[in-house]
């Protein structure tokens, strides 16, 4: 069996070096180190603390660590270097005290050793003289915990002040966006807990847990969510169970309205189709009264004497500008449905004509090779990647031929298999 050292520790950690920098330290170059120290000691399994954590407590207050995972984290302690028996004991319980003493000795000095090599991290993130109050000439910084280490950092070098905390509290305040994952949002919050007590003014577990909550709230949309929160215990609307509660929540919501924006994204695509079917026959019917007025104002047999042609064609030519003027709006409103359809990632339900061919053209047509276009299907004329139609589909794929149609237009396939089968 392998034996630990603080060579070892490090080399099993996820940032085996972190981030160091000659500058003087900032808040910010600070947060940098200490999250990749955070990664490197969660990943040390432990069973304290709730067991998912590793040896997190090692870096964080006792209120924080209880804030963060709903639970409190007690280091192992000493057990001393030899068993401390009762008189007279039985062999059984000597043999009992001594397995209890060896696997609390080996848990205690895995968690120095743990510490050591968080440590030896911590100090190669500034120059020294940044943390040289803290050295002892005799022992070095091994009285010193980790949390007072960074903390030092912090009170020194972390340069907060007022205007940092009402900054932290808008976004800590700011309302929770649904095109983000709900990670992004807890992350968001605990940021804005380390900024505000790394400048000395810490938020209390109810605190977080209530702004965190008035953010969810200001989205409206998780409304079961909300109603059962509210229905908590005081004691029971913690940090650790809110995170636990929305995670559900926020998931379920994003999962019904995936399949209401789906059924609802069928109802607007048919809607606005219909639209546009309703548009184009107006304006077909709109375009045949024009020509029937041409016809019957050309059929007429007797021409008027010259003031009443005038005042005729005065007339006609005023009726001809009204309809002129109806036409474009009706163009340009014909447009717009277009480009709403498009946007809404739908396509009108339009299929292309058929070529009309003489006799000769269409023997000749028929001689021609099938071609496959994605949005067209199986025709004569020409490929996906030709493709100009306008009715072209938005997910159209220029890389969809006769072998690998990738799911597009199936029309006229029973033609094409039966001129390969011929």
């Known amino acids: 069996m392998t034996t630990q050292t603080v060579d070892s520790i490090i080399a099993s950690f996820p940032n085996t070096k972190i981030s160091s920098s000659d500058e003087e330290p900032t808040y910010n170059l600070i947060k940098i180190g ?64 001594n397995a209890t003493h060896k696997s609390e000795l080996k848990l205690w000095r895995e968690q120095e050793l743990v510490k050591r090599a968080i440590k030896n991290q911590l100090t190669n ?28 950092l912090h009170d020194n070098y972390g340069d907060l002040d007022e205007s940092d905390l009402e900054a932290n509290e808008k976004t800590l305040t700011q309302e929770f966006d649904v095109t983000e994952p709900f990670s992004m949002f807890v992350r968001r919050i605990e940021d804005c807990m380390d900024l505000a007590e790394a400048a000395g003014a810490p938020y209390t577990d109810r605190q977080i847990a209530t ?21 908590k215990a005081s004691a029971d609307k913690t940090w650790a169970n809110f995170k636990l509660h929305f995670t559900v929540e926020v998931k379920e919501c994003k999962k019904n309205n995936k399949t209401t924006s789906k059924t609802a994204g069928h109802h607007v695509a048919n809607t606005a189709n219909q639209t546009l079917i309703d548009a184009q026959n107006e304006f077909k019917d709109f375009t045949s009264q024009i020509i029937e007025e041409c016809k019957i104002s050309n059929q007429e047999n007797e021409p008027p004497h010259m003031t009443q042609q005038a005042a005729y064609t005065s007339s006609y030519s005023n009726e001809v500008k ?13 447009k717009l449905l277009v480009q709403k ?9 339009r299929k292309p004509r058929k070529p009309s061919y003489s006799d ?28 100009s139609a306008s009715w072209k589909a938005r997910n159209h794929k220029n890389t969809a031929t006769l072998t690998n149609n990738q799911g597009g237009n199936q029309e006229r396939v029973g033609l094409y298999k039966r001129s390969i089968n011929v």
Request: aromatic share 12%.
């Open 211 to 231: 702004k965190a909550f008035n953010s969810i709230l200001k989205a409206d949309l998780f409304h079961d969510g909300v109603r059962d929160w509210r229905r």
């Open 125 to 152: 993130i500034f120059h020294p003289r940044y943390i040289a109050d803290l050295h002892d000439n005799y022992t070095g910084y091994n009285n010193v915990s980790i949390i007072d280490m960074l903390q030092h």
């Open 360 to 387: 000769q053209e269409r023997k000749e047509y028929n001689k021609k090779p099938f071609l496959y276009c994605y949005t067209c299907g199986y025709q004569k004329d020409h490929k996906s990647s030709d493709c």
């Open 341 to 349: 359809l498009t946007v809404s990632g739908t396509e009108p339900s």
């Open 34 to 97: 200490e999250k990749e120290l955070i990664e490197n000691i969660t990943s040390i399994r432990s069973e304290l603390g709730g067991g998912q954590h590793g040896y997190l407590g090692l870096m964080l207050s006792t209120a924080k660590y209880h804030t963060i995972t709903g639970f409190y984290f007690t280091p192992h302690a000493n057990p001393g270097p030899v068993p401390e028996f009762p008189a007279s004991p039985t062999q059984p319980q000597i043999a009992q005290i």
């Open 322 to 334: 009204e309809m002129k003027e109806q036409l474009k709006l009706l163009l340009e409103q014909n």
